[in-house]
């Protein structure tokens, strides 16, 4: 079947007359081609139509101009609206989005990548610091059972890992504790994380205590003694003896207080302000330690006499049910509160060493109480004392006697601190006398009385508070409990 021909070739194949006459046709048709490719079908159409009509002699020629016409516009069913058809445009196109879209889903694909990377790195990381925080716990609860505990000593398993823990003592009594965590292990350390962090023990008790020298009724009586501290008379600081002055580096509160004790190095006395009368350790606290003690067991038959011979080193404390003597040689170290139903002399004048009751250091950094019912002498180069130095506890020795005695002698006073001895303790006998005399030294502590006689010839006596006693922790026995200082949390790497 031949080929139709193209409106062109129809024109242009007429005679040479007729196609010169029709050369303006064709333009006009070819014309319509071109400014028809935005006009909607039946504008089209009609002016096509038009154009053939208008021209009698292409009548003949009108079937095939429209019919070949449509092979050179393409109708668009969406829009209406005709256009000249472009071979090869739609794969043209598509190439390009394709090309696009390739583009944008590599760069998805390596992000997609990264992130999963990422995201795997960090879990590991949050396992490995999970298993770190599991060793600082576990170093927690150890030291609460064994308070001198320094760490596993290697690596332990946990259920996801390993974790290594070691533990410090610092100068202020706390424990630094360094826990590193490996996730799955050491040998395959997928992720490790070391951190530290400082535990501080939280005591069964704590009380402030504010003064050095504290008289809840009567005068404090300052005879050549130096205090450092500050000093609170409920009435009137006294000095029964001429030319012998004493000092006070810190304030002083009280009715009174006469030209011969002075308050040096930034302190200030304050006459006609006395202090008030309450007691450090009030009867409530006095009654509940005396039970805790008294639930750990008696000690042994009353009276009885501590020398290097004693079975009392260390004790976990407990109750003695009578008068107590510690002689040459003698200690007890104690773990927990003491009850002393009787009298306690503590007596070290003649060797192998000195008499003495201290704190023992599983218990420290907290201290823990002495209740006595009667009186307490100490004498001869006896001691009460903690170890000493920053973050020891103290011990609280209470006495509940009411002896009130005129002079400084021996089973005269309800606590009578005699020469050549030095404590590092708080001392209270609320309803009597505490007598220091003749070179005798609180090393660290303090004094609360009834009544306070400083009395020395000599200027050996004095008296140092500290203030680490303005938040004293005490406790019932060594199960210590420790939580982390705030702040002190650390990651290492």
């Known amino acids: 079947m031949a080929r139709s021909k193209s409106p062109q070739e129809l024109i242009f194949s007429l005679n040479p007359p007729d196609s010169l006459i029709c050369k303006e046709c064709a333009k006009l048709i070819l014309m319509s081609f071109i400014n028809i490719q935005d006009k909607p079908f039946t504008s089209v159409y009609t002016e096509l139509k038009r154009s053939v009509q208008d021209k009698p002699f292409l009548k003949v020629l009108r079937p095939e101009i429209i019919s070949h016409s449509k092979k050179f516009i393409n109708y668009d069913l969406k829009t209406h609206h005709w256009r000249w058809k472009r071979h090869g445009q739609i794969l043209v196109l598509t190439l390009i989005i394709l090309f696009f879209m390739s583009a944008i889903s590599l760069v998805l694909f390596t992000r997609v990548g990264n992130y999963v990377r990422f995201g795997g790195r960090s879990a590991n990381t949050d396992k490995a610091s999970a298993l770190a925080d599991a060793g600082v716990d576990y170093a927690t609860w150890k030291l609460t059972t064994i308070p001198n505990w320094n760490g596993t000593g290697g690596l332990m398993n946990f259920a996801t890992g390993q974790f290594d823990v070691t533990v410090s003592s610092l100068p ?99 006459p006609s302000s006395p202090g008030d009368s309450s007691p450090q350790f009030t009867t409530t606290d006095i009654t509940n330690w005396t039970d805790r003690a008294d639930a750990l067991g008696t000690l042994a038959t009353c009276p009885c006499v501590i020398n290097s011979n004693g079975p009392y080193n260390p004790t976990p404390g407990g109750k003695f049910p009578g008068d107590v003597t510690i002689g040459p040689g003698g200690g007890v170290s104690l773990q927990g509160p003491l009850h002393i139903v009787g009298n306690l002399v503590i007596d070290g004048a003649s060797a192998p060493s000195p008499a003495s009751i201290f704190l023992d250091p599983l218990i ?41 005695g005129s002079t400084c002698a021996a089973n005269q006073s309800a606590i ?64 210590i409990k420790w939580a982390p200082n705030r702040g002190s949390y650390k990651i290492i790497n």
Not at 366 to 379: M, Y
């Open 416 to 479: 009578n601190i005699m020469a050549g001895t030095n404590h590092i303790a708080v001392f209270q006998a609320a309803s009597g006398i505490i007598w220091m005399c003749n070179d005798a030294k609180i090393l660290k502590g303090a004094l609360i009385a009834n009544q306070v006689r400083l009395d020395d010839t000599t200027g050996g006596n004095y008296v140092t508070y500290n203030p680490e006693l303005k938040s004293a922790g005490f406790n019932y026995n060594t199960t």
């Open 172 to 270: 202020s009594g706390n424990r630094l504790v360094t826990s590193t965590g490996y996730y799955p292990s050491s040998s395959i350390k997928l992720a490790a994380r070391k951190v530290q962090v400082e535990l501080k023990p939280i005591p069964d008790e704590t009380f402030s205590v504010n003064w050095a020298v504290k008289s809840l009724n009567t005068d404090v009586n300052l005879k050549s003694t130096g205090i450092t501290g500050s000093v609170s008379s409920h009435r009137d600081i006294v000095n029964p003896a001429s030319g012998y002055d004493s000092n006070i580096v810190g304030d002083a509160y009280a009715g009174t207080i006469p030209s011969s004790v002075h308050c040096v190095y930034g302190g200030v006395c304050h």
């Open 364 to 404: 420290q950094p907290e201290g823990t109480f002495i209740i006595v019912d009667g009186f307490i002498t100490l004498k001869g180069g006896g001691s009460i004392r903690s170890n000493g130095g920053s973050g020891y506890g103290y011990l609280a020795v209470i006495s509940k006697s009411t002896l009130s």
